[in-house]
T-cell receptor, first 114, second 113 residues
């Protein structure tokens, strides 16, 4: 079945530093990947759509310069949280549309900014 | 009005009960319907997906789609404590990558031993 790998699963960083999260489709190619943010006991909030070979599309209210997305290949998208602050602490989840046309999710990355 | 409405719960039922989870939607263009299960601090995992109307069964899980009523359901038979999780419905209008997948807010389900 379709597998999406996300790394790291947990990261703790100091305020002001940048953190990169990787999302890989392991057994299929994904021209489009999606990045979500989830607060405790809340639903998924779509942040941006990552497009291979072109700029990401950000949802309203999401800072492009804060959350840098790069989709350099058909199997890899990265989310970089720049100059992280405690309010950026959250659970970030990536997903990709697999050959069945359904979203397959990564296991998520928990970011804690001290 | 939200495109997809889902009761957030929490829903608590005894072990062995039949669970019914539901979503309503407003966009008649939706054709692909999915149910995801999410355990705490994990990414959602796909449980069921269906295209257009009808029923689909997989083990203890049955997904139903009624496009005329814009209503989808997930039934869980012989519920187990391991089924305790948040269940999210999702739907999409088309096959292309340009078609957004819209999620419900999720229903928190607890199965009491």
């Amino acid at each position: 079945g379709a597998v999406v790998s996300q790394h790291p699963s947990r990261v703790i960083c100091k305020s002001g530093t940048s953190v990169k999260i990787e999302c890989r489709s392991l057994d299929f190619q994904a021209t489009t990947m999606f990045w979500y943010r989830q607060f405790p006991k809340k639903s998924l909030m779509l942040m941006a759509t990552s497009n291979e070979g072109s700029k990401a599309t950000y949802e309203q209210g999401v800072e492009k310069d804060k959350f840098l997305i790069n989709h350099a290949s058909l199997t890899l998208s990265t989310l970089t949280v720049t100059s992280a602050h405690p309010e950026d602490s959250s659970f970030y989840i990536c997903s990709a549309r697999d050959p069945r046309n359904v979203l397959t999710f990564g296991a998520g990355s928990r970011l804690t900014v001290l | 009005q939200k495109e997809v409405e889902q009761d957030p719960g929490p829903l608590s039922v005894p072990e062995g009960a039949i669970v019914s989870l539901n979503c309503t939607y407003s966009n008649s263009a939706f054709q692909y319907f999915m149910w995801y299960r999410q355990y705490s601090r994990k990414g959602p995992e796909l449980l069921m997906y269906t295209y257009s109307s009808g029923n689909k069964e997989d083990g203890r899980f049955t997904a139903q789609v009624d496009k005329s009523s814009k209503y989808i359901s997930l039934f869980i038979r012989d519920s187990q404590p391991s089924d305790s999780a948040t269940y999210l419905c999702a739907m999409s209008g088309g096959y292309s990558s340009a078609s957004k997948i819209i999620f419900g807010s999720g229903t928190r389900l607890s199965i009491r031993p």
